[in-house]
């Protein structure tokens, strides 16, 4: 493997203090997997954006128990939302090594950080995603299992992806530095800086490769599987959606996108209250609970045309 001038893995974490010492773990057992040479210039940096700085202690005793072989970092982001800390890890990694992200309520499969290095190794990308897999701490029921609402979508490993989400990302930092990428705040409490940050990298000459066997395992706890919940987040995503093509169109655009925007949307209701309806008339659970996605995210879409229909999912 071509030698790495510095790897650092970070994990965001807000007030998950058991969730992160499972991450934590998962991830020293990858970092200790590495060579020598790459395993001495790897750091796991935790950006806690909790005002009460909660991840110190769960950090400590990592560092002095099983991961005591692993350079562990913790550091405090006073500014709220997930777009702030995202740009905190950004600032706070090496000047052109590589950054990877995981969430706090994920954990890493076995080889996990050494595929995605390989990965991109392999294709000379500027960023590689992975596969995020549901692990439920209860088994959900058969509205939830029929709709896959946690099912996210997979790609044979080199499929070059325009878009990417940050809950299993590798990033090559010197060409985010060449270019001034970063993280938009504006969408610091709803979600969607990901997104945004990844078509931007894409839009700037950037490769994103997918690596199938570079999973992750994400941790759905119970109330998660409340069927209002779920819809919420189905609409809240949708109307992210709009509000991320509407920053990459410019304002200019914005006419004709809110315009799209808000047809698609009837539209996606529209067809999605068919669904529902030929699910109870023969008693298809998957029409009735992929029509419910479809009303939910053509609800989301139609609101966020006209300015609406956002939630704050990482507001404090």
């Given at each position: 493997?071509?030698?790495?001038?510095?790897?650092?893995?970070?994990?965001?974490t807000?007030?998950?203090?058991e969730?992160l010492?499972?991450?934590?773990?998962g991830?020293?057992?990858?970092?200790?997997?590495?060579?020598?040479?790459?395993?001495?210039?790897?750091?796991?940096?935790?950006i806690?954006?909790?005002?009460?700085?909660?991840?110190?202690?769960v950090?400590r005793e990592?560092?002095?128990?099983d991961?005591?072989?692993?350079?562990?970092?913790?550091?405090?982001?006073?500014?709220?939302?997930?777009?702030?800390?995202?740009?905190?890890?950004?600032?706070?990694?090496?000047p052109?090594g590589?950054?990877?992200?995981?969430?706090?309520?994920?954990?890493?499969e076995?080889?996990w950080?050494?595929?995605?290095?390989?990965?991109?190794?392999?294709?000379?990308?500027?960023?590689?995603?992975?596969?995020?897999?549901?692990?439920?701490?209860?088994?959900?029921?058969?509205w939830?299992?029929?709709?896959?609402?946690?099912d996210r979508?997979?790609?044979p490993?080199?499929?070059?992806?325009?878009?990417a989400?940050?809950n299993?990302?590798?990033?090559?930092l010197?060409f985010?530095?060449?270019?001034?990428?970063?993280?938009d705040?504006?969408?610091?409490?709803?979600?969607?800086?990901?997104?945004?940050?990844?078509r931007?990298?894409?839009?700037?000459?950037?490769?994103?490769?997918?690596?199938?066997?570079?999973?992750?395992?994400?941790?759905?706890?119970?109330?998660?599987?409340?069927?209002?919940?779920?819809?919420?987040?189905?609409?809240?995503?949708?109307?992210?959606?709009?509000?991320?093509?509407?920053?990459?169109?410019?304002?200019?655009?914005?006419?004709?996108?809110?315009a799209?925007?808000l047809?698609?949307?009837?539209?996606?209701?529209?067809?999605?209250l068919?669904?529902?309806?030929?699910?109870?008339?023969?008693?298809s659970?998957t029409?009735?609970?992929?029509?419910?996605?479809?009303v939910?995210?053509?609800r989301?879409?139609?609101?966020?045309?006209v300015?609406?229909?956002?939630?704050?999912?990482?507001?404090?």
């Amino acid at each position: 493997m071509t030698a790495v001038r510095g790897l650092t893995v970070a994990i965001p974490t807000y007030k998950r203090p058991e969730a992160l010492a499972r991450a934590l773990a998962g991830v020293g057992r990858e970092v200790s997997a590495l060579p020598a040479p790459l395993k001495e210039v790897t750091e796991v940096l935790v950006i806690d954006n909790d005002p009460r700085c909660s991840a110190g202690a769960v950090v400590r005793e990592a560092g002095a128990g099983d991961l005591s072989g692993v350079r562990l970092r913790p550091v405090h982001e006073p500014a709220p939302g997930v777009a702030a800390v995202r740009n905190r890890a950004l600032a706070e990694a090496g000047p052109d090594g590589l950054l990877v992200f995981i969430d706090d309520d994920e954990e890493p499969e076995a080889g996990w950080l050494g595929l995605l290095l390989q990965t991109r190794e392999r294709f000379g990308a500027q960023a590689v995603a992975g596969l995020v897999v549901p692990d439920y701490e209860a088994e959900p029921d058969a509205w939830v299992r029929a709709g896959g609402f946690f099912d996210r979508q997979t790609w044979p490993t080199g499929t070059r992806r325009d878009v990417a989400a940050t809950n299993n990302l590798l990033l090559d930092l010197a060409f985010v530095r060449a270019q001034g990428l970063g993280f938009d705040e504006a969408f610091g409490a709803t979600g969607g800086e990901d997104t945004l940050f990844t078509r931007r990298l894409v839009a700037a000459g950037g490769v994103i490769v997918w690596c199938a066997e570079a999973r992750v395992r994400d941790h759905v706890p119970v109330e998660r599987l409340d069927h209002g919940w779920i819809l919420r987040r189905q609409r809240s995503h949708a109307a992210t959606a709009v509000r991320v093509d509407l920053a990459l169109a410019g304002a200019g655009h914005h006419l004709g996108r809110r315009a799209r925007a808000l047809g698609g949307g009837a539209a996606r209701v529209a067809l999605g209250l068919a669904r529902q309806g030929a699910g109870l008339v023969s008693g298809s659970m998957t029409h009735r609970a992929r029509g419910a996605r479809l009303v939910a995210r053509g609800r989301g879409m139609a609101a966020a045309a006209v300015g609406q229909g956002v939630h704050d999912e990482y507001g404090r």
